[in-house]
């Protein structure tokens, strides 16, 4: 979710969560690890930190990519979890 004082980099953050759902075009790593319906809708939310956390990495890169400012802002929401869920 968005607030006022959204920038570009917040902006195109979640833009890049929707892609990562909606583009049809996307295999592997590049959709999204939620699990979606026949449709491509996401279903229900992440089951796992996982799950959460390979999705914002993804997401948080594929902004870095896109984003040509740099942001006054930097993402936080990897700093949400409690650890890094990677064995």
Avoid: W
């Avoid at 607030?3 to 929707?18: M, P, R």
């Avoid at 909606?22 to 996401?42: P, S």
């Avoid at 993804?58 to 700093?79: F, G, M, Q, Y």
């Amino acid at each position: 979710m968005l607030d006022k004082d959204a920038d570009k980099t917040a902006i195109t953050h979640e833009f890049v969560h929707l892609l990562r759902s909606e583009d049809k075009g996307r295999e592997g790593l590049a959709r999204t690890t939620y699990d979606q319906d026949e449709e491509g809708y996401v279903v229900q939310k992440p089951k796992s930190d996982a799950e959460r956390f390979a999705e914002e990495c993804a997401v948080i890169a594929e902004t870095e990519i896109r984003t040509k400012e740099a942001t006054k802002r930097p993402n936080s929401n990897l700093n949400k979890l409690d650890s890094t869920p990677i064995p």
